[in-house]
């Protein structure tokens, strides 16, 4: 526990996921611009104008920014790919998390930070050597053990390993999300079957339908409808993040840049809290199993520890979504604050609202609030215990929410919506 805390790293697909991070107390984001990287086909994704502001907001909270150009990169995307780099190296974006030789070199000639990706799949010392001509920081393969993890992070500090920085070679793993059946993420299942390429970004996760096994000569069919084979259970390492720290890795990574804002705050405080509890030397089983509990509420495939216990295979999931034990109902958009009061007023848009209910605001300045709804206003008709479809009401509110913030009731995953 010697030495310098982890750093916390955490998804951000868009500005409401962004101040979700921010919140959970991820030390930096990483996150994607247009095309090149490898959530491209996503709905949340940045543009080249928005990397001011993105560099403006993490310096304001003090964490680090990562921009993803990780995909395959092919002649016709260098002028692209060149002008991304350029404006973040203008922006004040930290550092570029690149997979192609010639993004490395690019932003390295622009003295831009490099993160290598785990699409370079790095498993061994000699390859860390290697890229520390280009990198300060690299992601190992996520189908190495810990201790394979450990043997390359021991033989950084033994063989004095360092970067362009002259400090030694830093370690990122993947600490927890969804995993992918093929070696770090190289699969060409959605390229042959709908021509949309996972190394391109555009991956549509084949591999997470049900699926059935023909055989050619008689023509018997057998429906694999126990297990989805070829879609994994997400990583997580919160039950045993001791050990994963104590192999001298320096970075943890959360995946999800395609994943909601409530997903990211959850899971990043959660770690926050776990790496804190580390080093404080107050983590325990029962800890971890509470920061696993709440982690069950928001999206997830089920849990297990990757590859990092040595598992030939992968434990898979025996359905094709999430198995979040809450899900969250959306009842309308913010429509006035009244900063003396503090009151927020929302125009309901779907479900109805009633007082004691546990809802979500998500929105781009705060990223995600949790409350219970103790009273209501409707209308003008004053206090209420129901608000319908089509009303204005209000309810306290510290933070002030704008036009475009949502309004989500939670509930039990399995729970009826109610329509009146």
């Known amino acids: 526990?010697?030495?310098?805390?982890?750093?916390?790293?955490?998804?951000?697909?868009?500005?409401?996921?962004?101040?979700?991070?921010?919140?959970?107390?991820?030390?930096?984001?990483?996150?994607?611009?247009e095309q090149l990287n490898m959530r491209a086909r996503a709905t949340m994704n940045f543009t080249i104008e928005d990397l001011p502001e993105i560099a403006e907001l993490c310096n304001k909270h003090n964490v680090r920014s990562y921009l993803t150009l990780n995909t395959i990169v092919y002649d016709h995307d260098l002028s692209l790919m060149k002008m991304v780099v350029n404006e973040a190296k203008k922006?004040?974006?930290?550092?570029?998390?690149?997979?192609?030789?010639?993004?490395?070199?690019?932003?390295?000639?622009?003295?831009?930070?490099?993160?290598?990706?785990?699409?370079?799949?790095?498993?061994?010392?000699?390859?860390?050597?290697f890229y520390s001509l280009f990198a300060d920081v690299m992601v190992l393969s996520r189908e190495l053990s810990l201790?394979?993890?450990?043997?390359i992070c021991d033989g950084i500090k033994k063989e004095n390993i360092t970067g362009p920085s002259g400090n030694l070679i830093e370690i990122e793993v993947f600490a927890h999300g969804a995993l992918c059946m093929a070696v770090s993420g190289k699969c060409y299942l959605s390229l042959h079957t709908q021509n949309a390429s996972a190394?391109?970004?555009?991956?549509?996760?084949?591999?997470?339908?049900?699926?059935?096994?023909?055989?050619?000569e008689d023509g018997?069919?057998?429906?694999?409808?126990?297990?989805?084979?070829?879609?994994?259970?997400?990583?997580?390492?919160?039950?045993?993040?001791?050990q994963l720290i104590e192999t001298g890795v320096r970075v943890l990574k959360i995946e999800g840049r395609g994943k909601s804002p409530d997903?990211?705050?959850?899971?990043?405080?959660?770690?926050?809290?776990?790496?804190?509890?580390?080093?404080?030397?107050?983590?325990?089983?029962?800890?971890?199993?509470?920061?696993?509990?709440?982690?069950?509420?928001?999206y997830n495939r089920g849990f297990w520890g990757g590859y990092l216990f040595g598992q030939e295979l992968g434990e898979w999931t025996d359905a094709s979504g999430s198995k979040a034990t809450t899900r969250k109902i959306y009842l309308g958009k913010?429509?006035?604050?009244?900063?003396?009061?503090?009151?927020?007023?929302?125009?309901?848009e779907s479900y109805p609202l009633r007082v004691g209910d546990r809802v979500m605001i998500i929105g781009k300045n705060f990223g995600v609030i949790e409350t219970v709804i103790e009273s209501l206003h409707v209308n003008?008709?004053?206090?209420?215990?129901?608000?319908?479809?089509?009303?204005?009401?209000?309810?306290?509110?510290?933070?002030?929410?704008?036009?475009?913030?949502?309004?989500y009731k939670i509930v039990a995953a399995d729970a009826e919506v109610e329509t009146t």
């Open 263 to 298: 997903y990211v705050k959850t899971v990043t405080q959660c770690y926050r809290e776990a790496i804190d509890s580390y080093y404080n030397q107050t983590y325990t089983a029962e800890k971890a199993a509470e920061w696993m509990k709440r982690m069950e509420e928001v």
């Open 334 to 348: 913010g429509n006035h604050y009244y900063p003396k009061a503090k009151i927020a007023e929302f125009k309901i």
């Open 220 to 242: 018997h069919e057998l429906e694999i409808d126990n297990e989805y084979i070829m879609s994994p259970k997400d990583l997580c390492t919160i039950d045993f993040l001791d």
């Open 199 to 216: 190394n391109r970004g555009a991956c549509l996760q084949n591999c997470r339908r049900k699926y059935k096994v023909i055989d050619i």
């Open 1 to 33: 526990m010697q030495g310098k805390q982890v750093e916390l790293m955490s998804p951000a697909g868009s500005f409401e996921s962004m101040m979700a991070a921010i919140q959970g107390g991820a030390d930096s984001v990483y996150f994607g611009v």
């Open 147 to 151: 201790r394979q993890v450990k043997a």
């Open 91 to 129: 922006a004040g974006i930290t550092a570029v998390i690149a997979s192609d030789q010639a993004v490395i070199a690019y932003a390295r000639t622009l003295g831009l930070e490099v993160h290598i990706s785990t699409q370079l799949n790095i498993t061994n010392l000699e390859t860390v050597r």
């Open 380 to 407: 003008e008709t004053g206090s209420a215990q129901v608000a319908e479809k089509g009303d204005l009401c209000a309810f306290p509110l510290d933070v002030a929410i704008h036009h475009t913030d949502k309004l």
